[in-house]
């Protein structure tokens, strides 16, 4: 029997919710409300991020409809940052593929640390939602889903950060060749802020502390010898391990929901 509950107590209602009520348009509605609202901190933090990325782009000479094309496919700030940097003509093809997979690479471990989450999803819906799948969707979908992700919820993260990833590229690429001296601003620290901030949201789960130094320790010594980019999935699989290493059996199970 579905619960129903009045639109005006939605407000307040977790997001597992959907588990106990998952036909009910004013839950689905209340968490693509919240969806939109709790992404638009990480949104406007994206925004110079984009800025940079369309910037750099148009500065190595790729013109303005293929950077449009780059961010509406590859959609990986990163690895969009990767390829630019990697960029000539003509653009060494291979190269590139295997830099952007070395650093996308972790989107794979991002995919099955959620899809515990979205078990009652149809596959092609997951398939369609780990496309749009990002560092910050992952981290704010993981960490306000304890052990359900409400699609709507998800939807609601989507719709508004892609369109402003698009449009910052968009005006990066237009404009910011205006910008003299980036360094100045900062804004060739934003890379590197972005991903801080993302790990730091970590850190009140168990080991923390250990898998972050592990991840650090190992990632500067791939990239002291061996070299970017392998430095990163280098970084992320010995967080894993550890992580792996320090865990405890779980006792508990996911309960079997619908969406």
Do not use: C
């Amino acid at each position: 029997m579905v619960q129903k509950i009045p639109r005006d107590k939605t407000a307040s209602l977790p997001l597992d919710t959907a588990m106990t009520a998952p036909d009910d348009p004013s839950i689905r509605l209340q968490h693509f409300r919240r969806g939109a609202t709790d992404i638009i901190p990480i949104m406007i933090s994206a925004g110079p991020f984009g800025l940079v990325f369309g910037a750099l782009a148009a500065e190595k000479g790729i013109p303005f409809d293929q950077i449009m094309l780059m961010s509406a496919l590859m959609y990986a700030g990163a690895s969009q940052m990767v390829a630019v940097e990697l960029w000539a003509f003509p653009p060494p093809f291979w190269t590139i593929l295997v830099a952007v997979l070395a650093v996308n690479f972790r989107h794979v471990l991002y995919s099955a640390a959620l899809g515990r989450k979205m078990r009652d999803w149809p596959i092609t819906r997951r398939f369609f939602g780990f496309g749009f799948m990002v560092d910050p969707v992952y981290a704010l979908a993981d960490a306000k889903s304890p052990t359900h992700l409400s699609g709507a919820y998800y939807a609601g993260m989507t719709v508004m950060l892609y369109p402003s990833w698009i449009v910052s590229s968009a005006v990066g690429a237009l404009f910011g060749n205006r910008i003299e001296n980036p360094e100045t601003w900062g804004i060739d620290f934003v890379l590197v802020a972005y991903f801080t901030v993302l790990v730091l949201g970590f850190k009140d789960r168990p080991n923390s502390f250990l898998i972050i130094i592990a991840s650090t320790v190992v990632a500067l010594l791939v990239y002291l010898t061996i070299g970017a980019p392998w430095h990163v999935a280098s970084g992320g699989f010995a967080g894993i391990l550890i992580a792996a290493a320090l865990a405890k059996p779980r006792t508990d199970t996911l309960p079997e929901t619908r969406q």
